[in-house]
């Protein structure tokens, strides 16, 4: 008798009732190899030990999705990233297909959602909840950019942390670089956004689903 086996899942959010009620959700078809409350914890496990699909929240302290998606990407292109998040705006669908995910699912409809979405992933397709639609990829197809997108990907890094509090001595010592480098990133950022205050790069963080918690770094 052939066994099939079950893919392996690997599950990023911070808020732990809903970790475990999704992990609830999987248990009967899949195997749940771990779970994290930050988007850089999420890269690091999952280059670790490289799952079949990554469930991923945008917003997460640190690191955010969208971040730990681009950098999954680029070190494990065979794995597979859906999205389950409370952002339903079309902006954050195409920037979620912008930063690599093959699956889009909002946490309202999880539980009727998620299975049918990692199946199709797995099979290579796109999976978009219906309570969107797929109208909210033709600006990923024709190739459009966002403002966001002008920012390099240790800019939204710098920008995440700066904008969740984190000094910049704090911040260099995350990211591995100088407090002079990160203070040269903040600089290129606001004029890049056209930004002019610490306030103002959070005000466009937290608009734009690029922070997490604001109160980690209290």
């Known amino acids: 008798m052939t066994t099939v086996k079950r893919a392996r899942i ?18 009967a078809e899949f195997d749940l190899i771990g779970t994290v409350g930050d988007g850089r914890a ?8 490289p799952p079949d699909v990554v469930l991923l929240d945008i917003s997460m302290p640190i690191l955010n ?10 070190a494990l292109p065979g794995v597979k990233l859906i999205f389950v998040t409370v952002h339903s705006d079309n902006a ?20 009727s959602e998620l299975s049918a ?22 600006g990923f197809h ?9 920012l390099t990907g240790r800019q939204r890094e710098v920008l995440q942390l700066v904008a969740e509090g984190y000094s910049a001595k704090k ?35 937290l608009q734009h689903g690029i922070a997490g918690n604001l109160s980690t770094a209290l």
């Open 92 to 111: 954050y669908v195409l920037e979620a297909f912008r930063a690599g995910a093959s699956g889009y699912v909002l946490k309202r409809s999880a539980a």
């Open 171 to 205: 911040t260099a010592i995350l990211l591995g670089i100088s407090s002079k480098t990160v203070e040269f990133h903040k600089g290129l950022i606001m004029k890049k956004l056209d930004l002019h205050s610490t306030a103002e790069l959070t005000q466009y963080a």
């Open 10 to 27: 690997l599950l990023a959010d911070d808020h732990s009732l809903v970790a475990a009620g999704i992990s609830k959700l999987l248990e």
């Open 42 to 49: 999420l890269v690091a496990a999952a280059i670790s030990d």
């Open 142 to 150: 024709s190739g459009l950019q966002t403002k966001t997108s002008v």
């Open 65 to 74: 999705g969208m971040e730990a998606a681009r950098q999954l990407r680029s």
């Open 117 to 138: 979405a990692i199946h199709e992933v797995l099979n290579g397709n796109l999976y978009v909840t219906p309570l969107i639609g797929k109208s909210a990829l033709e």
